[in-house]
C-alpha cells in the first residue's frame, strides 16, 4: 500500500468510525451499507459478478476510481457456487433459478415443522441431519448416498474458497484504491434465524400464539450458537461493525417485539458490545413502535439503517441522540427525481438530522441500481457541500477498544470432542498440536451446520 493509498484508507476508516461512534469529524461519511448502482452500471449482471470473483472485484475497483468520493460500500451479494454445491434452496440464484439480471432471492418457507421443536432444541446437529438438510439442500435427499457425502465435501472446500476469495478483494480494495469495507462479521437475532431459515413468518406467527414457550426456549437455545458464529467472522482488531440485518420486527407488535425478539436479541447484542464491538443494524421496515429500544444500548456502539417508509426526523428524536442514523435519502428520489431535489434533500438532512453529526445519508435499503447517475453525481456533490464540519483532516482510525466488562462468551461447541478422539491415538508426542487444528475444523465444521 502506498503512503497515498494508506492517507486516503486512513481518512475514510476514521471518518467512518468516528460518526459511529457519534464523535466529531470532518464531514458526513460517504458509507453505502449496500450500492446496488455499481452493479447497474458496470456493464455486468448478477449471474456474472456472483460466479467469477474477479469479475466482482472488478466492478468494484472500477467503481472505487470512478468515484473516489465514497468512503466505504459494499455489493451485498454472496458467491453462488457456494449453494450449488449443496443444491441449496434457501436461495434463487441469477442465471440458475431465476433472470440472471435479478438479484438473488430468499425463499422463505416452514423448512422445520411445528412439533419439531424438541428436537430443535435438545439435538440441533441430529435434527439438521435427519430432517432439516434433506428439505433445505437438493444434493442430501438421498441422504447417505455417495452424492449425499461429496455435496458435504465439496461445501466443506467452498467454505475455505469463499473465505479466501473475500479476503483478497477486501485486501486487494485497501490496497488498490484506499477503500475499507463497511462491515465484518455478521449477527442474526435468534428470532430471525427461527424464522427465516426455519418456520417463515407463517408459522412463526402461528408459533407465538400456540407454542409460546418453545419459541422463547428456541430463541434462548440457539444464542451460544450465533454468537459463537458472529465471532469467527467479525474483525479481530475491532476497526469495522458487525452486520445485522433485522427481517421480523416490523411484522410484531410491540408487545410481541418485547415478549419475542427484544429479550435475545439484546442479550446477544450487549455481550459483543461489552467485549468492544461495534454493530451496523438494518432495521428492515417500518420499526417505529420498538425504535426506542435502540436507544438501550451504549452511545455509539450501534449504526442503524432506516429504511425507506420511515421518517428519519422521528427515528433522530427516537434514538439520534445516542447512536448514528443512515438513510434519508428515499429511493422515489434517487430513481425518478431531479439532482436539484436529490441536493435539496441533503441540505435539509445535513442541516437537521446531520447537525451535531450522526448521520450518514443514503436511500432506504440501499442506492437502488435503477438511481440516475445524475442523482448519483448531485448526493456525492451535495455531501461534499453541505455535509462539511470542519476544514481539519478526518480522525485516525481506532482499533482494539478495550472490552468495558468481563464478557464470557459461551464454549463453542464440537460434534467430536478432543477428549473423545484422543482416546483412538497413542499420542506419543505433542497432544497440543494435535488438539489445536482438531479443535479448530471441529469448530468450524459446527458453524457450518448450524449456519445454514
Known amino acids: 500500500m502506498s503512503e497515498e493509498i494508506k492517507r486516503l484508507f486512513n481518512q475514510r476508516l476514521g471518518r467512518y468510525q468516528a460518526a459511529i461512534a457519534m464523535e466529531p469529524t470532518d464531514r458526513v461519511p ?27 472485484l472488478k466492478v468494484k475497483l472500477d467503481f472505487s476510481r470512478k468515484y473516489p468520493e465514497v468512503d466505504i460500500f459494499r455489493i451485498n451479494l454472496l458467491w453462488a457456487p457456494s449453494f450449488d454445491v449443496t443444491d441449496y434452496r434457501i436461495f434463487k440464484v441469477p442465471g440458475r433459478d431465476i433472470s440472471e439480471k435479478s438479484l438473488q432471492q430468499f425463499d422463505e418457507t416452514e423448512y422445520m415443522k411445528a412439533d419439531e421443536y424438541r428436537m430443535f432444541i435438545d439435538d440441533p446437529v441430529g435434527f439438521r441431519m435427519e430432517r432439516y438438510f434433506p428439505r433445505v439442500f437438493g444434493e442430501y435427499e438421498g441422504k447417505g448416498s455417495v452424492r449425499s457425502h461429496m455435496a458435504f465435501l465439496k461445501s466443506g472446500m467452498a467454505q475455505g474458497i469463499n473465505n ?9 480494495l485497501a490496497s488498490e484504491v484506499g477503500m475499507p469495507v ?19 413468518l407463517n408459522g412463526i406467527i402461528r408459533d407465538m400464539f400456540r407454542q409460546p414457550d418453545n419459541v422463547k426456549e428456541a430463541c434462548e437455545a440457539i444464542l451460544p450458537d450465533l454468537l459463537n458464529i458472529t ?8 476497526r469495522y461493525p458487525i452486520f445485522v440485518a433485522t427481517h421480523k420486527p416490523c411484522f410484531l407488535s410491540p408487545k410481541q417485539f418485547d415478549d ?22 438494518f432495521l428492515e421496515g417500518n420499526w417505529e413502535a420498538h ?3 435502540i436507544a438501550e444500548f451504549p452511545k455509539g456502539t450501534v449504526l442503524c439503517d432506516i429504511d425507506n417508509g420511515t421518517d428519519i426526523f422521528k427515528a433522530k428524536e427516537a434514538f439520534g441522540h445516542k447512536q448514528c442514523i443512515a438513510g ?3 429511493d422515489q428520489t434517487l430513481i425518478f427525481g431531479s439532482p436539484e431535489q436529490v441536493r435539496a434533500r441533503v441540505k435539509l438532512l445535513c442541516e437537521t ?6 448521520l450518514i445519508i443514503r436511500g432506504g435499503t440501499n442506492v437502488p441500481e435503477d438511481t440516475k447517475p445524475e442523482n448519483f453525481r448531485a448526493l456525492l456533490d451535495a455531501i461534499m457541500e453541505y455535509g462539511r464540519y470542519s476544514d481539519g483532516p478526518a480522525p485516525e482510525p481506532k482499533s482494539m477498544p478495550k472490552p468495558s466488562g468481563n464478557v464470557e462468551f459461551p464454549q463453542a461447541r464440537m460434534i467430536t470432542p478432543w477428549e473423545v478422539k484422543k482416546a483412538d491415538w497413542k499420542l506419543p508426542g505433542d497432544e497440543e498440536l494435535i488438539r489445536r487444528p482438531w479443535e479448530m475444523l471441529e469448530k468450524m465444521a459446527y458453524n457450518w451446520l448450524i449456519s445454514r
Open 30 to 56: 460517504t458509507a453505502f451499507q449496500t450500492l446496488y448502482f455499481a452493479i447497474k452500471n458496470s456493464g455486468y449482471n448478477y449471474q456474472q459478478i456472483m460466479y467469477d470473483p474477479e469479475i466482482w
Open 164 to 172: 479466501a476469495i473475500n479476503r483478497e478483494r477486501a485486501a486487494r
Open 182 to 200: 463497511p462491515v465484518m462479521g455478521n449477527f442474526v437475532a435468534p428470532f430471525d434465524y427461527l424464522s427465516d431459515r426455519f418456520r417463515g
Open 231 to 238: 465471532l469467527a467472522g467479525a474483525d479481530p482488531l475491532k
Open 260 to 281: 419475542f425478539y427484544w429479550p435475545t436479541f439484546k442479550k446477544g447484542m450487549m455481550m459483543l458490545i461489552e467485549a468492544g464491538y461495534t454493530f451496523r443494524v
Open 291 to 293: 425504535w426506542h429500544h
Open 328 to 330: 434519508g435519502m428515499p
Open 353 to 358: 438530522v446531520g447537525k451535531d453529526g450522526g
